[in-house]
C-alpha cells in the first residue's frame, strides 16, 4: 500500500474494518461545517470506489459508536496533526484543527482508493515537517488557466496535503488601465481570483498572491506607454521574441514612473487575497545598470540599484500588513547587502539543477533570515518535463532546505518559450515535492517506488507503470522546444546558431525519437487502467507526438545546416510539414479544454515557420 506523503509514524496491525452501505460518516459534537466540508471529499471517494453512498451524520461521544467511520476533535495535537486509526469495529480520525482533520481525511482517502471497502488495519501518527508547503505556478508566459482548471489544481494539490499555491503574473492580469497589456492574454480576472480564494480556502489551501514587480516586465516594457521606463532602449524590436522576453526588460529603476507602475499595480492587485504575505519576485534583473541607468550604477553599483527599488517595494507592500517574499538570485551576486534588506522578508532560494548544491541555502541560513526553498519540476522550455531530474532536484533542495532549517518549500512550475508543457506533466513532480515536504527522511534516488506510487494513487494505474513511462520519454529528449525557438528567432546569426546545431547529439536525437514512439503505444495500452485523471493521458500522448515531429524537424535542420550524414529524418520534409499542422490541431484542442485561448497564436506562429520552411526548402 502507498501513502503520498509518507506519514510519520505508521504501524499495520491484523485485521480489518469492512465498509458496508450502512456504515456512518459519523462526526462528533465537536466538528463543525469545516470538517463537513472534508467528510464530503471522503464520502465521494467510497462512493467511487465501492458505489457506497454513505450517510453523514452527527452526534455525542461519537467514539462510543461500533462499525462507523468517526471524526472527533480534540486538544492535545498541532495545528496540521492528526491521528488515524483503523480497527475492526471501527474508523477514527482524531485532530484538534481543521487542517488536521482534513489532511486524515485525505490519507484515508488514499486507503481506500487502493483497498476499496476492506480497508487494512493500522495507526498513524501524523504531522508535517514544513509548515509551509507550496506549488507555483506560471500564469504569464503564454498559457492562462481556466478558473476551473485552477479549483482541479487545487484539488490535486490538497491531497497530497500542500498548503500553500502561488500563480505567477506578470501582466496577465485585468489591470484597470493597462488594457494595452492585456488586451490578447486573456488574462485572469479579479473575480477569478476571488472565488479560487474562497475555494482554497476551504480546502486549507492558502493562495498567496504573487507578482513581477522588477524584472521580466516584457509585456509592458515594449508597450507604448511604458517603453521609456524600460532600462534597455527597444524602440527598435518590434517582432515578438520568446529570447528577449526571458532575457531582457528590467525596469529603469532611477525613472519615477516606474515606482509608480508598480504602486499602482500593487495596490490593484493586494486587496483581491485574503492571504497575509505576497511575493514581490524581483528576480533576474538581467539588464540593470547596463543601459538608462549605467552611469548611475558605474557610481554607486547595480547592487545598490537593485536594494534601494526592492526595498521601495517591499515598504509598499508592508503597508498593507503583508509579510513579504522575495526570489534570492539577485542578492545572492551581492552577499554585503543583503542585511540591507528588512529581516522580517523571505528569502526564496532556488535553483533546478539536479546537481545542486546546498551553497545559496547555506547563504541565506547563516544571515538568520527566513527562506524557502524552490526546487522545480523540470518543465519549461521542454515538450516532456524531465522527471527525474526534477524528482533529484526536488531531493537535494529538500534535504537543503531541512537541514538549514528552511521554514517551508515552494515547488515552481514554469512556462518559458510560450507554455508549451502541459500541466499534466507537472504533476508527478507536484506530488514528489509534496510527499518530501511534509517528510523529508527518504533516501530514494532513482525513484522507482515513488514513480509507482504516483502512478496508482493519482491515476488509479494499477499497473503502477505510467510514470515509469513518462520518465523514459522524458528522460531521452535530445533537443527541446527552445531548440527549434531560438533557431526561428536568432537564425539571422547564422554561425552561432549553426555551432548550436553541430554540438545536438544527433545518436541521442533518434533514440529519443525511437523512445518516444514505443512510450506512445505503451500509454495507448494504458488508457483502459486510468481511474483518476484520466484527462491527463491525452497531455502525455500529445506530447509524445510532439517530440517524435520535433525530433525530425531538429534533423532536417542538422542535415540541411551542419551537414551531418547520420542526421537522416524518419520523414520527408513534406510528410513531416503535414504532421506538424495536424498535431498542432490536436495539441490545440487539448490546450483549450484546460486553459483560454491566451497565447496560443504564438505556439502556431512557430509551427507555422517550421512548415514554411520545410516546404520552402523543398520548392
Request: charge should be negative; glycine fraction near 6%.
Amino acid at each position: 500500500m502507498y501513502l503520498l506523503p509518507q506519514p510519520k509514524h505508521l504501524n499495520i496491525n491484523e485485521g480489518q474494518f469492512i465498509i458496508k452501505p450502512s456504515t456512518l460518516l459519523l462526526l462528533d459534537a465537536t466538528c463543525d461545517f469545516d470538517d463537513l466540508k472534508a467528510i464530503k471529499l471522503l464520502q465521494d471517494e467510497i462512493k467511487q470506489a465501492t458505489s457506497f453512498n454513505l450517510s453523514i451524520s452527527k452526534g455525542y461521544h461519537a467514539t462510543d459508536s461500533a462499525s462507523n467511520i468517526q471524526f472527533v476533535k480534540k486538544a492535545g495535537f498541532n495545528k496540521e496533526a492528526y491521528e488515524l486509526t483503523i480497527i475492526s469495529e471501527a474508523i477514527t480520525i482524531s485532530a484538534s484543527t481543521g487542517a488536521g482533520m482534513f489532511y486524515g481525511v485525505q490519507t484515508l482517502r488514499q486507503i481506500i482508493r487502493q483497498n476499496g471497502a476492506l480497508v487494512p488495519a493500522l495507526t498513524i501518527c501524523d504531522e508535517p515537517h514544513f509548515a509551509n508547503r507550496g506549488f507555483y505556478h506560471d500564469l504569464t508566459r503564454g498559457k492562462v488557466a481556466t478558473l476551473d482548471t485552477l479549483k482541479e489544481l487545487v484539488d490535486r494539490a490538497a491531497f497530497y496535503k500542500l498548503n500553500q499555491i502561488q500563480l505567477y503574473i506578470e501582466h496577465s492580469f485585468a489591470f484597470a488601465g493597462l488594457s494595452e497589456i492585456w488586451v490578447d492574454k486573456d488574462p485572469i480576472t479579479a473575480e477569478e481570483i476571488l472565488l479560487l480564494d474562497a475555494y482554497c480556502k476551504e480546502r486549507h489551501v492558502e493562495l498567496v498572491p504573487s507578482l513581477s514587480t522588477f524584472g521580466h516586465f516584457y509585456e509592458i516594457l515594449k508597450s507604448k506607454s511604458f517603453n521609456h521606463l524600460c532600462e534597455i532602449d527597444t524602440t527598435d524590436k518590434k517582432d515578438y521574441s520568446f529570447v528577449d522576453r526571458m532575457a531582457h526588460h528590467t525596469l529603469n529603476t532611477l525613472e519615477e514612473g516606474s515606482f509608480l507602475l508598480v504602486e499602482k499595480m500593487l495596490n490593484e492587485f493586494i486587496p483581491l487575497f485574503s492571504s497575509d504575505q505576497f511575493n514581490i519576485c524581483c528576480d533576474e534583473t538581467f539588464d540593470l545598470g547596463k543601459g538608462r541607468s549605467k552611469a548611475k550604477a558605474d557610481e554607486v553599483g547595480a547592487g545598490r540599484l537593485y536594494v534601494d527599488f526592492l526595498n521601495k517595494i517591499v515598504a509598499c507592500v508592508k503597508q498593507h500588513n503583508k509579510k513579504v517574499m522575495f526570489w534570492g538570485d539577485v542578492i545572492l551576486h551581492h552577499p554585503e547587502l543583503l542585511n540591507e534588506i528588512p529581516e522580517d522578508v523571505i528569502c526564496l532560494t532556488w535553483d533546478y539543477s539536479s546537481t545542486c548544491s546546498d551553497h545559496a541555502v547555506k547563504t541565506i541560513a547563516e544571515t538568520g533570515r527566513e527562506q524557502y526553498v524552490c526546487p522545480g519540476v523540470g518543465g519549461w522550455s521542454m515538450l516532456m518535463n524531465l522527471m527525474w531530474n526534477a524528482f533529484e532536484n526536488i531531493r537535494r533542495m529538500v534535504e537543503f532546505g531541512r537541514d538549514h532549517g528552511a521554514i517551508g518549500v515552494l515547488n515552481t512550475d514554469w512556462g518559458d518559450y510560450g507554455h508549451i508543457n502541459l500541466l499534466g506533466s507537472s504533476m508527478p513532480g507536484m506530488i514528489h515535492g509534496a510527499n518530501l515536504s511534509w517528510n523529508p527522511q527518504t533516501e530514494e534516488t532513482d525513484f522507482t517506488t515513488t514513480y509507482q506510487a504516483i502512478s496508482r494513487l493519482e491515476y488509479g494505474d494499477t499497473t503502477e507503470t505510467l510514470v515509469g513511462l513518462l520518465h523514459q520519454l522524458s528522460g531521452r529528449q535530445g533537443c527541446s522546444w527552445s531548440d527549434v525557438v531560438r533557431w526561428k528567432e536568432l537564425q539571422h546569426n547564422q554561425h552561432d546558431e549553426v555551432e548550436v546545431l553541430s554540438n545536438l547529439n544527433v545518436e541521442r536525437i533518434l533514440t529519443g525519437y525511437e523512445t518516444a514512439l514505443q512510450v506512445e503505444k505503451e500509454l495507448l495500452a494504458l488508457s483502459g487502467t486510468m481511474r483518476h485523471n484520466n484527462f491527463d493521458l491525452q497531455e502525455f500522448l500529445i506530447s509524445a507526438k510532439a517530440i517524435q515531429l520535433v525530433d525530425n524537424f531538429v534533423l532536417t535542420l542538422i542535415q540541411d545546416k551542419v551537414g551531418t550524414k547520420e542526421a537522416v529524418p524518419t520523414m520527408s520534409k513534406l510528410e513531416l510539414a503535414a504532421a506538424l499542422e495536424v498535431y498542432f490541431t490536436q495539441f490545440a484542442a487539448i490546450w483549450r479544454t484546460r486553459n483560454k485561448e491566451s497565447e496560443l497564436y504564438r505556439i502556431r506562429e512557430v509551427i507555422t515557420y517550421m512548415c514554411a520552411y520545410l516546404r520552402d526548402s523543398v520548392a
